[in-house]
């Protein structure tokens, strides 16, 4: 492609960005994004929608910029609230139920520090009746939070660019991942847990202190294992009771806490 037709492509895109600015502030945008080619995923109005779902025990999600929720209820449900081109792939096959959300083709995003377009209050909800069996879970997210509530699951959780919250429920074995935050655990019922943050580890255990431990923070983080240890870098103790909690925060503390049975 010669010098002249990258200037004429170049001057397209930008008018294109210019539209789509304009647009944005119509919309009451504000920020720092621009957008260029049709881009459907950030604009227009958020859609309102269902799937029709039935009884699973394995569950893998790939969200990319919506936040995913899992939580128990009165039946096996599935919602989103997000823009049109966010609205999920849906299928399942006997109890396997797969969630992805599209791969993005009508454009990308520039960051020039103009406009910003409402991301928040995107989101992909999973509901399961009360009781049932733990879920075999793989859920990854890239930029946006994963919250799991009242849902006993084993397996993978992962989010790129937010927080993992976890609570009232119990996992026989799980691994979690925040590249770029923080890991909440609270009221919880562990067997062996593997756990990898960027920054603060909380984890509120329903049961007492009979677990081994192998916990890594940065040099002056303090790492707090109620009634067993108070230190900075890293502890670890081997219990021999087979259950076991390995966690590694990069940049935040590490706090352990128990409720005694």
Known sequence: MNKKVLLIAAGVMIVSGIALMVKAKSMGASGNIVIFGNAKEYSGE????????????TLTIDAESV???LEEGDEYKFEYCTYEGNIPEVTQDGKSLTIKEPEKKDGFVFEIGVFEFDMDNQYYKITVPKDIG?????IKNHSEIIKIEGVDINGTVRTDSDGVII????????????????????NVKLGTVNIDADDEIIINIDGGNDYSFDLT??????IIVENTAMTEGSFKMNNASGKSITAKSHSGDINISFSEE
């Open 46 to 57: 958020k859609t309102e929608g269902t799937a029709d779902i039935s009884e699973f025990d």
């Open 67 to 69: 936040g995913v929720y």
């Open 134 to 138: 733990p879920l075999n879970v793989d």
């Open 167 to 186: 609570s009232d429920c119990s996992s026989d074995n799980l691994d979690v991942k925040s590249i770029y935050d923080y890991v909440k655990l609270d």
């Open 217 to 222: 923070a940065s040099f002056d983080d303090d």
